[in-house]
């Protein structure tokens, strides 16, 4: 009963000690069986140290009234007079909720906890083995193992080890168990037993000796036969022993389960057997294995079974792990392996996941076994398993800085204790920060946060998060920089040699060059330098993410070069995070937008502004061209100043459509190519609109002032026409005149001849830039007919020569500089012919399908492979566009939608009108975009146009980066276009041949 008065006094007293239901507290305390304990002071003390009170004391209540009679009295004097063991209990209860529900379920195991001796405090495997032997079956394995376990968390709590030491006691459990475990598969079968040699290879955190309290223990089997035994006979019976071990670890009880055994990081994983013989295993890994399988291995370690036999395993595979960076395919893999550090991560999650999120534990994991692998081949002091050991060779030898190395350090010890007490609160696997407050306090308190537990907690989480996401850069790149820049002698010893092996490892093809230019870029003590070296660990890192590092760091040292006394150009960079990424994307895709961009390197300014990237609008263009045109001296400084305006827009548009295409962080991925492919061709057709109006205007200047004797328009034609203009597409164009009122028409004509020559001749005047060549063979009687014709002209051909060829040519004529109303009734007078009333007749019909046929075995150069090139092959764009043209002059006199001059547009027309199906219209336009982004792909790579893919495999897999793919799938890019188009040249064949 309580005593009057009392209540009080007590309630204030459990909030100051941390409760956070006094009430319910008070009412535990009232408890019969706790009269021995309520009112002493020492109890409520203990039990404010926990990390949460409330649960110490409901597990404590429990545990007490589990006790035999006899029992209880023993508990509660030894809770009362031995400080060790009174901490540890309620520690451990004060945590973990899973095992106070052991505890109450076998009240005794509390005597686990008293012991107090040398090898009580850090118990090894044959401690823990010991624990384990009375185990004979795989409930009482579990039982056995809770009961170690209490044990663990209980010096884990009270701070008794440390995390390391922890997760190496976890490990040590889990040895003993699966050792125990395979005892059990023994007597159990022992006829298979005798007849094979099995050993158990722990993989992943176990092998590391870094495990958490709730994970798969990763492991791999390794079997021969016993002496005289058939070999295929003894390999059967051990994988029946290691199912038989893997159920009794794994399967759900009455005492719940141990934890998983995963064998899936064997040869061939899941689908592999899964016992191997020795020489099985080598000749997988010596043939078949990808890199990231000698990442796994590097925590391989021989832990259950025959240890001789596990032994000679490792002895075997160690040197293929050390051998690993030097495989062809390990700069792919090592990408690969990078992406996979946030990959599948739910997006609701990833701001909570402790182990894969952004700043995560396996940003640090991955980051010191890639160390490992590149340097341990030649430095036997990095071969440990175990992160944090590792992490410290590393810096002992050199590679990583010492307080690098400690941060990250410091870093990982907070991150994995959090990550323990998360998992022991409810033994559950989980890597996930809870969002409950009550968990996040207890979580806080359990780390030792007692002012503001929550707050504390998010600080201190967030803040070791953003150092390992920063190290994680700059644990690749820093080591590099202090090297070449010379200003921390002593700090890192990073060999010329070493700094190479690393630099290759990464990508880069040249490695001394690379140095050569972080030399030049970081060394010294200039405000400029100290900048680099801060920007430089991040840009290093996403050149490396792309198929051609080199050029990367070297167009960027070209930049740094040109702008280095502008006094934004670095603080932009370092101020403005998307505009270094965007940077890094734009120089290390090819060759087309750094070679605009070292032309005009003030250009810089728009990847760090949000709008720098949105193409600007044709009427502004042309405003802007314009003016340029008339503040010039003469026709070429007025070309020039057109092309000016050219060259910053292209790069503008080549440098949108790489960051949309490769996604940044700001910029995520373009989820529809043929969005992709409607901007650039809309905003390079503006682009040479806009110039081809600046050299008219400049080329009428120059002679006639302001106006020409006779009003003069350009009409595109083609892809120009069709606003589907690629980076290294010409101009298709058409040059139409009309004399003006009381000029002469041979003058005029004249003057339109003279203009459209002083055009050409501006527009063909050398230049570095990517050239505008403008083409008038479609004109009227081809290449020998005249360059430019009246609009009377016109009229009277088409009306007495026109061929069906022309008209078809025509369906793609629009305005595109000079007068307006001129080309607009040119326009008019075409539409006739381009869509012919009731259609086409089946002679002209014919005579399309003809000269297509003749296209096919006449234009497409020697050599080519037909399945690849992307204009004249095989599906490609000639074949979609001919198709979509045929149903335009079949139709367009019914459909107003198919009166278009853009091919997706009209193709869409078609199908809406119902001429084409809707799979047969998505295969088409999915063809037409895909080759139509290969040939922009190859232009931006290459700084040349191309219609096929390139050879080179740097150029290729630049390509590849460019559509999407990941590295190392080149070969499946092939595949996939080849399908594409192999399927929409059966359309074709059906819809155009009538096949």
């Known amino acids: 009963m309580t005593v009057p008065g009392r209540r009080s006094s007590t309630f204030s007293r459990l909030l100051r000690h941390g409760f956070t239901d006094p009430s319910g507290a008070e009412r535990l305390l009232d408890v019969p069986e706790l009269s021995a304990l309520r009112d002493d002071p020492v109890l409520l003390d203990a039990l404010g140290a926990t990390a949460d009170p409330d649960l110490a004391l409901r597990g404590l209540v429990r545990l007490v009234e589990a006790q035999p009679e006899t029992e209880r009295q023993t508990l509660t004097t030894t809770l009362l007079s031995a400080k060790p063991f009174r901490d540890r209990l309620l520690g451990v209860l004060g945590a973990s909720e899973a095992l106070a529900d052991h505890l109450a379920r076998h009240p005794r195991d509390w005597e686990s906890l008293v012991t107090y001796e040398a090898a009580d405090l850090h118990p090894g495997v044959a401690e823990f083995e010991q624990g384990l032997a009375e185990a004979t079956d795989a409930v009482s394995l579990r039982v056995a193992y809770r009961r170690c376990l209490l044990a663990i968390a209980a010096r884990d709590v009270c701070g008794t080890t440390d995390v390391a030491q922890a997760a190496a006691e976890l490990a040590d459990l889990a040895t003993a168990t699966l050792r125990a475990a395979l005892a059990i598969a023994r007597s159990a079968e022992p006829a298979d037993a005798a007849m094979c040699r099995l050993a158990v290879i722990a993989m992943g955190k176990c092998g590391g000796h870094e495990l958490n309290y709730v994970s798969d223990v990763d492991v791999i089997f390794v079997g021969e036969p016993s002496e005289g035994a058939d070999e295929g006979k003894a390999i059967q019976a051990a994988t029946r022993l290691a199912s038989h071990l893997m159920r009794i670890c794994s399967e759900t009880t009455v005492e719940g389960t141990i934890w998983p055994v995963d064998a899936n990081l064997r040869p061939e994983g899941r689908n592999g057997p899964l016992v191997r013989t020795l020489s099985s295993h080598l ?107 590792a992490l410290a060779a590393l810096a002992a030898g050199g590679y990583v800085g010492r307080a690098d190395a400690s941060q990250l350090d410091e870093a990982y010890r907070f991150l994995r204790a959090m990550e323990h007490r998360i998992q022991l609160y409810r033994l559950r696997r989980t890597h996930l920060v809870p969002e409950d407050e009550a968990d996040l306090r207890r979580l806080g308190r359990s780390l030792g946060l007692r002012t503001d537990p929550v707050a504390e907690l998010n600080r201190e989480w967030k803040r070791h998060a953003a150092v390992v996401r920063r190290l994680h850069e700059k644990l690749f790149y820093r080591p590099l920089l202090d090297a070449v820049a010379q200003l921390a002698p002593g700090e890192i010893r990073l060999s010329p040699r070493a700094a190479g092996q690393r630099l290759e490892a990464l990508g880069y093809a040249d490695p001394a060059a ?242 459209v020559a002083e055009m050409r ?182 700084g040349r146009p191309g219609d096929t893919f390139p050879s080179d495999p740097r150029e290729l897999a630049a390509v590849a980066r460019y559509l999407g793919y990941e590295p190392g799938h080149v070969g499946e890019m092939v595949d996939d276009y080849r399908r594409i188009t192999r399927r929409a040249r059966a359309v074709v064949e059906e819809l155009f041949y009538g096949a």
């Open 761 to 942: 001749r501006l527009l063909q005047l050398p230049t570095a830039d990517p050239p505008l060549l403008i083409d008038a063979d479609l004109r009227p009687e081809g290449k020998s007919g005249p360059l430019v014709r009246s609009l009377k002209s016109y009229e009277a051909y088409y009306r007495r020569w026109s061929l069906v060829w022309e008209s078809q040519a025509l369906l793609r004529a629009a305005p595109m500089a000079g007068d307006q109303e001129l080309a607009d009734r040119f326009i008019e007078l075409v539409d006739p012919l381009r869509y012919p009333a009731e259609g086409l007749g089946e002679d002209a019909v014919r005579e399309i399908r003809r000269l297509k046929a003749r296209m096919e075995s006449e234009r497409l150069p020697r050599g080519a492979d037909p399945t690849l090139h992307a204009k004249l092959g095989r599906g490609g764009l000639s074949d979609v566009e001919w198709t979509v043209q045929l149903l335009q002059m079949r139709h367009g006199w019914a459909e107003p939608g198919l009166r278009t001059t853009r091919t997706r547009e009209a193709l869409a027309a078609a199908h809406a009108a119902g001429l084409i199906p809707t799979e047969e219209a998505q295969t088409l336009d999915e063809a037409w975009v895909l080759a139509t982004r290969v040939r922009n792909a190859v232009m931006l790579v290459r």
């Open 283 to 389: 000749a997988y890994y010596q043939r078949w294995a990808k890199t990231w399988e000698f990442q796994a291995l590097l925590k391989a370690r021989a832990v259950a079974g025959d240890l001789e036999l596990g032994a000679q395993y490792i002895d075997a595979v160690s040197p293929l792990v050390w051998q690993a960076a030097e495989r062809e395919n390990f700069v792919p893999d090592v990408q690969q392996m990078r992406r996979r550090v946030v990959a599948n991560i739910p997006a609701a999650q990833v701001e909570r996941e402790l182990k894969l999120g952004p700043g995560g534990l396996r940003d640090v994991e991955f980051a010191v076994q890639l160390l490992q692998l590149v340097h341990g081949r030649s430095d036997a002091t990095l071969h440990s398993g175990t992160t944090l050991d």
């Open 514 to 755: 690379a140095l050569r230019h972080l030399e030049a870029l970081a060394s010294g003590v200039t405000r400029k330098a100290a900048i680099q070296r801060t920007l430089l660990p991040v840009l290093l890192g996403w050149f490396a993410d792309s198929a051609d590092p080199d050029a990367g760091l070297l167009g960027f040292r070209k930049v740094s070069d040109a702008l280095g006394k502008t006094p934004w150009y670095l603080r932009l960079l370092r101020d403005e995070g998307a505009a270094a990424e965007n940077l890094a994307r734009v120089l290390s895709a090819g060759r087309l937008a750094p070679d605009l961009l070292l032309r005009a390197p003030e250009a810089v300014a728009l990847l760090g502004d949000p709008e720098g990237l949105k193409p600007r609008g044709r009427d502004h263009l042309e405003q802007e061209v314009l003016a340029a045109v008339g503040r010039a001296d003469d026709a070429e400084h007025a070309v020039a100043a057109a092309r000016g305006v050219r060259r910053r827009e292209l790069f503008r548009t080549a440098a949108a459509d790489l960051i949309r295409s490769y996604g940044t962080e700001d910029n995520p991925r373009e989820p529809d190519p043929g969005a992709l492919v409607d901007r650039v061709g809309e905003a390079v057709t503006d682009l040479n609109a806009v110039t081809i109006a600046g050299a008219l205007r400049a080329a009428v200047r120059a002679e006639w002032g302001e106006e020409l004797p006779t009003r003069f328009a350009v009409i595109g034609m083609g892809r120009f026409g069709g606003h589907e203009l690629g980076y290294g597409s010409d101009a298709d164009v058409l040059f139409v005149h009309e004399p003006r009122e009381g000029v002469d028409e041979q003058e005029a004509a004249k003057a339109a001849n003279r203009v």
